[in-house]
């Protein structure tokens, strides 16, 4: 059965950290969503067990281990658990836990007098 291909759907990457899809890059030009900017890839494994090398290419970023050769983004995170890490330079921004000032939630009616003004 042929299913079309439809506008915008062709190519969508998804955040390797929660899966939302990916709108910014980070430092490491791996696309990732905008809560995880400031996170890094680090310590990825080969199936082997050597290291793996980010590259970026042609279409998009990509791993290079010495045995088994090229690894693409996807197979390189089915086979290492991501956590997120802060990169080194940000992690005195992100040390103080921001509390919301004091939002209230307003509930808005259709015979409330302000909702015609």
């Given amino acids: 059965m042929f299913i079309p291909k439809k506008y915008g759907q062709s190519k969508i990457d998804k955040c390797p950290f929660c899966q939302k899809m990916a709108t910014a890059m980070n430092s490491q030009s791996v696309?990732?969503?905008?809560?995880?900017?400031?996170?890094?890839?680090?310590?990825?494994?080969?199936?082997?067990?050597?290291?793996?090398?980010?590259?970026q290419g042609r279409y998009g970023v990509f791993f290079s281990c010495v045995k088994c050769g090229n690894v693409g983004l996807k197979r390189a995170l089915e086979l290492n658990p991501?956590?997120?890490?802060?990169?080194?330079?940000?992690?005195?921004?992100?040390?103080?836990?921001?509390?919301?000032?004091?939002?209230?939630?307003?509930?808005?009616?259709?015979?409330?007098?302000?909702?015609?003004d």
């Fill in 82 to 116: 991501v956590k997120p890490r802060i990169s080194a330079n940000n992690e005195n921004n992100f040390s103080k836990t921001r509390q919301p000032e004091g939002r209230k939630e307003i509930t808005v009616r259709s015979d409330d007098p302000r909702y015609f």
């Fill in 31 to 55: 696309p990732v969503c905008n809560s995880h900017k400031e996170h890094v890839l680090d310590g990825l494994k080969c199936a082997c067990g050597s290291s793996l090398e980010m590259l």
